[in-house]
């Protein structure tokens, strides 16, 4: 699956590049150039280096580093049918 159109990489190729020690969205696009046109996939590329342990991103460690509370999931139960 393509992440970055602009550039034509896929979410494999994001991957490779936080496996490779990638931890910033910036780190990534040095790496293969994955949102340096429009900007549309940097928050894609945000939510796979959260995925996979990389470091937060600004808004998660200012959250943090302000003592709000993690956003949690699976408390809002589906609407019924
Ligand atoms: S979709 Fe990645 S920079 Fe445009």
Redesign the pocket.
């Known amino acids: 699956m393509y992440?970055?159109?602009?550039?034509a990489?896929t979410e494999a190729q994001v991957k490779e590049q936080i496996d490779g020690g990638a931890e910033t969205p910036r780190q990534i696009a040095k790496g293969c150039k994955?949102?340096?046109?429009?900007?549309?996939?940097?928050r894609r590329i945000q939510a796979l280096l959260g995925e996979h342990g990389a470091r937060p991103c600004p808004t998660a460690r200012l959250a943090a580093r302000l003592g709000l509370a993690e956003p949690q999931t699976g408390l809002i139960e589906p609407l019924a049918a």
């Open positions: 992440v970055c159109m602009c550039h990489v994955a949102g340096t046109d429009c900007g549309s996939c940097v």
